[in-house]
Nanobody, 132 residues
Framework: QLQLVESGGGLVQPGGSMRLSCAASQFPLDTSRIGWFRQAPGKEREGISCMSGSGAFTNYADSVKGRFTMSRDNAKNTVYLQMNSLKPEDTGIYYC?????????????????????????WGQGTQVTVSS
């Protein structure tokens, strides 16, 4: 069983919106750093956003800043990526990834990274296609 299960991908028109979900089944997301990554055809995997364990700090790549927003539902142990004003260049496979942190460690609970090597667990990915 995958520890992270993603859903919500599909086909959307330019300018449209889509929300991706990533549900964790075996560990709590509220004591995890969470990252969203994507890989476009022929390109390297890109870290597009992250959220600290506390949820108070988020970081976004310039390519998505102002258009994408992360959120977390602790009751459902699910993280979301709301994507608005989508562009064709947003097309790719989107991955959710997590890294557990020590919850009483203020420093580690307050930061996150968009570097892929910082993450231990990965979802299977979901395809997002932005096209007319």
């Amino acid at each position: 069983q995958l520890q992270l299960v993603e859903s919500g991908g599909g086909l959307v028109q330019p300018g449209g919106s889509m929300r991706l979900s990533c549900a964790a089944s075996q560990f709590p997301l509220d004591t995890s750093r969470i990252g969203w990554f994507r890989q476009a055809p022929g390109k390297e995997r890109e870290g597009i956003s992250c959220m600290s364990g506390s949820g108070a700090f988020t970081n976004y790549a310039d390519s998505v800043k102002g258009r994408f927003t992360m959120s977390r539902d602790n009751a459902k142990n699910t993280v979301y990526l709301q994507m608005n004003s989508l562009k064709p260049e947003d097309t790719g496979i989107y991955y959710c990834a997590t890294e557990q942190v020590v919850p009483r460690n203020t420093a580690t609970m307050s930061v996150c990274s968009r570097a892929s090597y910082e993450y231990d667990d990965w979802g299977q990915g979901t395809q997002v296609t932005v096209s007319s």
